[in-house]
C-alpha cells in the first residue's frame, strides 16, 4: 500500500509563492511516476504537472513557466514550487503516484490554495 501525504497550502496573495510537499511512505517500487493535479470549484480535476523518473517533467500551459515539479528520493517527497500565483490557481491540489501520472494508481488527500488580496 502506498500513502500520499500533502502539506504546504494556504492563502497567499496574488504574485506570491508557495511550495506544496508531497511525501510518499509504503511499498513504492511500482511507482514510476509522480504528479500534481488541482481541483478548483465546479471544475474538473487537471493535471498541472508531471515528472517520470529519471527527470523528464510535463506541464500544463496554464502553469509552465510558473510552477516546478521536483522531488528528493532521500526523503521520498515531490515538491510543486508555485511561483507568480494567480487567482485562477485557487484550488484543492493533490499529489498522485504511480506507473503513470496521466493514469495515476494512488492519491493524496489534498491541500487548499486560496490565492486573494
Known amino acids: 500500500q502506498v500513502r500520499l501525504v500533502e502539506s504546504g497550502g494556504g492563502l497567499v496573495q496574488p504574485g506570491g509563492s508557495l511550495r506544496l510537499s508531497c511525501v510518499v511512505s509504503?511499498?513504492?517500487?511500482?511507482?514510476?511516476?509522480m504528479g500534481w493535479y488541482r481541483q478548483a470549484p465546479g471544475k474538473q480535476r487537471e493535471l498541472i504537472a508531471g515528472?517520470?523518473?529519471?527527470?523528464?517533467?510535463n506541464y500544463a500551459d496554464s502553469v509552465k513557466g510558473r510552477f516546478t515539479i521536483s522531488r528528493d528520493n532521500t526523503k521520498k517527497t515531490v515538491y510543486l514550487q508555485m511561483n507568480g500565483l494567480k487567482p485562477e490557481d485557487t484550488a484543492v491540489y493533490y499529489c498522485?503516484?504511480?506507473?503513470?501520472?496521466?493514469?495515476?494508481?494512488?492519491w493524496g488527500q489534498g491541500t487548499q490554495v486560496t490565492v486573494s488580496s
Open positions: 515528472s517520470i523518473n529519471g527527470g523528464s517533467r
Open positions: 509504503g511499498t513504492i517500487f511500482s511507482i514510476n511516476a
Open positions: 498522485a503516484a504511480g506507473r503513470s501520472y496521466t493514469r495515476p494508481d494512488y
